[in-house]
């Protein structure tokens, strides 16, 4: 159960691709359901995505974010590499920032290491929140016991070209 609200909150499976929606399980192994809109953690990892932007210096542009994303990952999910910005996609804006929060204690499960931009580990404790530009390669290696649960946001801009 990733929302204590299943009633009105559908888990899926996880989907590949912006729009698309499409499941392979090839790429990612996972379920997720969204968050109501302005829940309040779409405010907190919002606020971590623009405070990162201005620390690190990016100078993006940037909008709104799109609705908050939670996953679960089981044993044996994971979420191969990939990027979370489409540059060719239809529409006004694309992904720029990307906010991942960790919500379980990684004592509750094994695996479900975070790597970004080649194979650069990112060690993540429950309330670990990171932002990285939304065109670097990252993933969620597989969990090998227990169960992983994240939070993730996207921060929209104008399109980059």
């Known amino acids: 159960m990733l929302l204590k ?9 996880g989907a590949v691709g912006i729009g698309v929606g499409a499941e392979d399980t090839r790429i990612r192994n ?4 969204w968050a109501p809109v ?32 939670l996953t679960a990952y089981d044993k044996d999910g994971f979420y191969g590499w990939h990027e979370d910005w489409a540059p060719f996609a239809l529409g006004p804006s694309v992904r720029k920032v990307s906010v991942i929060a960790l919500l379980s204690d990684p004592k509750d499960f094994e695996g479900g290491k975070f790597q970004i931009d080649g194979d650069v580990e990112i060690e993540m404790k429950r309330g670990t929140v990171i932002a990285f530009p939304s065109f670097l390669r990252h993933q969620v290696t ?20």
């Not at 609200?5 to 499976?13: H, L, N, Y």
């Not at 302005?38 to 690190?56: D, F, K, P, S, V």
């Open 5 to 13: 609200d299943r009633a009105t909150i559908e888990e899926v499976p």
């Open 38 to 69: 302005n829940h309040w953690m779409e405010g907190i990892l919002y606020n971590y995505g623009l405070y990162a932007t201005q620390e690190a210096g990016w100078n993006f542009h940037l909008g709104r974010p799109e609705q908050i994303q």
């Open 30 to 33: 996972s379920i997720t359901c």
């Open 142 to 161: 597989p969990v090998t016991s227990g169960k992983r649960y994240s939070a993730v946001c996207w921060i929209n801009g104008p399109r980059i070209f």
